[in-house]
């Protein structure tokens, strides 16, 4: 009778099972580079993600009134959140400041595979530093969170804002220009491309340049393109850099220069980047980030700053699509009383084995032998404790190995050290 509302998901044990595995995956990643969780409100004032984006987003974002008359929104992502949460609370924490959030995010976009109007987002944002090494360090960790999970197939390509508003410029762009061929250049819309230069008065072979420029990886080629501006070659030999960083010090080898990476969202400046799962085809972003100034626009003092976020679903998809095999739920241990005499006996044999960290579900539906070992089965438990007149009369039980089948009379407290977590 009722449905999930359009574009959102419930998940089933097996499928929290997966998702708690791979976010306890990524917080270690985080936590080995020296980040510290932070937690911000589900909704935020509304103005937040307008002031820098303008009404226009309000289009893509789920907002409303309260019923005090307040008007605010789902928070689309939480880039703006954190640096709200940043100037209100963490401004005199020592630099940098290294952030790093699980949450779930809301946009009004058109769902579809690996596109929802309810996902989850890792990421994080480093406050206080640009040094070549802090952003290989980030791009890094992007990589690393993505690799660590058990993907086999990720590409980082990296762009740089600057370098194309100054190639804007040269090309005599207009502001208006620039903000319709963005999104082109964003989704790789090349052709569409190439007449939007042409409307806008950039000759044939100037636009072609451009667009080989966008595309190549070949830093010669886009070295030659922009040799006339000293501030974009500076740019260049930053991503340069970061690129050198990364393969030589973190031993990341699985990254490009690409400037056609423009970033959809309007904070950025400078170094931008996105990490790729080819394997997904269509939505294959599974990373997005780069540097971006939001703090001053909120109130604070300047600082650098930069982060990503990573599409926690799409990474599951990606997992999936590339045959990750995750690691199956597990019981420790199913206790089946023989009779209901043994009820007593067997809930407290459980809850001395839960008091040690030791997993155990009993039969709680008095069920025989034989469906009761069934569903020990359907729940993965690796030992059945059969606990019974005969046994308990000289106070043991049957431990079973539900992997081999071998069966042992154990004494209660022997169950303990036989059961004992490493
Ligand atoms: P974003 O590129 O908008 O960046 O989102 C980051 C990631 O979230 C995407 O790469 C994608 O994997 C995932 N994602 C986005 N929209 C959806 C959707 N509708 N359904 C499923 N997954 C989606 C940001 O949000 C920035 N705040 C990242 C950032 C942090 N930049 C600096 N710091």
Known sequence: MFQVPRGTRDFTPEEMEKRRYIERNMTSTFLSFGYGEIQTPTFEN?????SKSGEAILNEIYN?????????????????????????????????????????????????KGRYREFRQAGCEIIGVDTTEAIAELL????????????????????????????????????????????????????????????????????EQFICVLQTSEVNEIRSFIADDPDAIKELSIIETVIGLLKNAFHITESDIKLSIVRGLDYYKGLVFEIDAPVLGAE????????????TLFGGSEVPTSG??????????????????????????????????MIPMSIDIAR???????????????????????????????????????????????????????????????????????
């Open 46 to 50: 509304i103005e937040l993600f307008t």
């Open 308 to 341: 990503f976020a990573i599409g926690f679903d799409r990474t599951i998809l990606a997992l999936e699509a590339e045959g990750f095999v995750f690691p199956p739920s597990k019981l420790d241990v199913f206790i089946i009383p023989v009779n209901q005499d």
């Open 284 to 295: 294959k972003q599974l990373c997005g980030g780069g540097s971006y100034d939001l703090v």
């Open 140 to 207: 890094a960790l992007a990589f690393s969170i993505l690799k660590n999970v058990g993907l086999k197939n990720v590409r980082i390509n990296i762009g740089n804002l600057t370098i194309i508003s100054m190639i804007f410029k040269r090309l005599n762009l207009l502001k208006d220009d620039q903000k319709r061929l963005l999104p082109l250049i964003d989704k790789s819309q090349f052709d569409d491309l190439k007449v939007s230069l042409r409307d806008c008065g950039v000759s044939e072979k100037d636009a």
């Open 352 to 422: 001395q084995l839960r008091d040690k960290g030791i997993s155990v579900d009993f039969d709680l539906l008095r069920r025989g032998m034989g469906k009761s070992f069934k569903y020990a089965d359907a729940k993965h438990a690796e030992k059945v404790i059969i606990v019974g007149p005969k046994e308990l009369e000289k106070n043991t039980v049957t431990l079973r190995d539900m992997k081999t089948g071998n069966q042992e009379i154990v004494t209660v407290s022997e169950i303990f050290t036989k059961l004992k977590k490493p």
């Open 64 to 112: 409303f009134t309260d019923k005090g008359g307040r008007e605010l929104a789902l928070r689309p992502e939480l880039t703006a959140p954190v640096i709200r949460c940043y100037i209100e609370r963490l401004q005199m924490e020592p630099k940098p400041l290294k952030l790093f959030y699980f949450g779930n995010c809301y946009r009004y976009d058109r769902p579809q």
